[in-house]
């Protein structure tokens, strides 16, 4: 093949990330999801099957609603957990850092009216302020 017919160089590097990144979305596991009541907890731990938990766990109201989503890196909540009244309603939001609360909590009454957000650095509350629902 002579060099006028070769395809020109420029793109290449980006078509082989672009393809490189394809894969790894592809390839990438789903989060690994328990029930909240197969997790143990063991000095500052949760465990599944004996091994510290990453993943999801799941719990629920006894008519099956939401109760709560616990997101985990390597046994500690880590993330957004989320969790609702018996009658489906978002009742708090708390981010995780390492197990420790960090960064914007926020809390719902049963109407779902907000009623409270709290700010925290590495489970030290910053700052905290209050809504009167009306």
Known sequence: ?????????KHTPLLILAALLACLCACAPEPREAAYSALEWKDDVYFLEGKPFTGIARDAHKDGKPKGEYPFKEGR????VREWWD?????????????KRHGLNRYWNLKGQLIKEQ??????????KHYDPK
């Open 87 to 99: 009658n489906g309603r978002l009742s708090t939001e708390t981010n995780f850092d390492s197990g």
């Open 77 to 80: 909540l880590h993330g957004l």
């Open 1 to 9: 093949m002579s060099e006028k017919d070769r395809p020109p160089m």
């Open 119 to 128: 700010v925290y650095e590495h489970d030290k509350s910053v700052s905290e």
